[in-house]
């Protein structure tokens, strides 16, 4: 199959989206398709992969879903994207984020492909959905497949858009993380139990619980250690510095961002895993590289966390926004070995389930099964054929009347 794969964000800036695109396009070239990334990015043409078919470079960074989206409103899309569709003549494009502003709209309107959408994003109001509804709803029409990533994203979506759908969630390499031959990180390897944290600085995050839960951490675990990976910068990370500062917490070390070979060590160098967002997560990536590296998680209990971690099993789940909650928690696993052994197990076996492998060849039956549908659809004699063409076309303009007394001339 020829798939072009559509992203709204800046690729391949990171990002859980442009990640799962990226793991998608690299399973479905391995299994001998053709795919094509269809994305705006910021980067320079010649620092793409020759399959990333770039539309602009004009990316604008956006509040969104309480984080800040990368993406384009630029008006030359619309050309390019037409343009790209007529020369690539995809047999599926699979549009993620569609309600997404610009690009993925735009690609819907002129794709004649079979289209499958995946949303990605929960939150727990939509303005957008709200006020563009019956906008939206034309172009969902062009879906002939709907992909969503966990149940918290469903029960979002079809509240708006209901409809028929599929369950398919996120994926993670899991033989990058649970390799027996990864190295910890040499300075944080001493014995000493270390609480880790991947993500960036945004609100949603929660990282200021953690941190407000470490002064009580430390307490009752004077030799305790908090390790802080992720892209932030120095302004984001300069009021928890303050913070660490007053408190005098000297085991709390900001390592900022680090390459994508180097995350697994700092996996492996965990004693346990700390996610305590406050919401607005669809999925749990991070949970699941945990759990793949064997390290046991605690983490917010809120709807996408729930999709992939079982409280007690492969950790525990605590009130979100409670630093009390979160402390007593890590205090616990800190001082329980056996627990750990146990969740560690029962984490690595959950993450195997999760994937690529598996996620991508789930994906791959699906546009099969769709474009079987589609097929019987449009067979001669079909009943069902004239109305399903119906919703494959692109509407046309209508002409505009000619004045009275003008008709035949």
Request: with cysteine; glycine share 6%; hydrophobic share 40%.
């Amino acid at each position: 199959m020829k798939i072009a794969l559509v992203s709204p964000y800046d690729y391949p800036y990171p990002g859980g989206v442009t990640e799962h695109i990226a793991a998608l396009d690299q399973h479905f070239r391995a299994l001998g398709h053709t795919t094509r990334i269809i994305a705006a990015s910021s980067k320079d043409e010649d620092a793409l992969d020759d399959h990333v078919l770039k539309v602009s470079g004009a990316v604008s960074t956006v509040p969104f879903s309480g984080s800040n989206a990368r993406i384009t409103f630029a008006p030359a899309i619309y050309r390019r994207v037409k343009q790209l569709l007529k020369q690539e003549q995809f047999d599926v494009v699979h549009v993620h984020e569609p309600s997404v502003p610009m690009l993925s709209l735009v690609v819907l309107r002129h794709s004649h492909a079979l289209n499958v959408g995946t949303f990605h994003a929960y939150r727990e109001s939509n303005m957008l959905f709200q006020v563009a509804g019956q906008l939206l709803k034309r172009v969902f029409k062009r879906l002939d497949g709907r992909i969503f990533v966990s149940d918290a994203v469903r029960e979002y979506v079809t509240q708006y858009f209901p409809g028929e759908h599929i369950l398919i969630p996120n994926g993670i390499d899991c033989a990058r993380f649970c390799d027996p031959h990864i190295q910890p990180i040499e300075k944080f390897d001493d014995g000493r139990p270390n609480i880790l944290y991947v993500g960036r600085m945004d609100k949603r995050k929660g990282f200021r619980y953690l941190l407000r839960a470490f002064p009580h951490i430390k307490r009752a675990i004077p030799d305790a250690r908090l390790i802080v990976v992720g892209a932030f910068n120095d302004k984001d990370k300069a009021p928890l510095v303050r913070y660490a500062r007053a408190w005098k917490l000297r085991s709390v070390h900001f390592v900022g961002r680090v390459s994508r070979e180097e995350l697994p060590r700092y996996y492996r160098t965990a004693t346990i895993f700390c996610a305590p967002s406050t919401g607005f997560e669809s999925f749990g990536i991070i949970l699941l590289e945990a759990m793949a590296a064997g390290v046991p998680v605690i983490a917010s209990n809120i709807t996408g966390y729930r999709s992939v971690v079982t409280d007690q099993a492969e950790g525990l789940l605590v009130p979100p926004q409670d630093e009390n909650a979160l402390a007593r928690a890590a205090i616990d696993l800190l001082n329980a070995p056996e627990r750990r052994a146990q969740m560690s197990a029962a984490g690595k076996a959950k993450a195997a389930q999760y994937d690529w492998d598996i996620i991508a060849q789930r994906v791959l039956a699906y546009y099969e099964q769709l474009i079987a549908a589609r097929a019987t659809a449009r067979a001669p004699g079909n009943r069902r054929s004239a109305r399903v063409r119906h919703l494959f076309r692109v509407p046309r303009r209508k002409k505009k009347s000619a004045p009275p007394g003008e008709e035949n001339e």
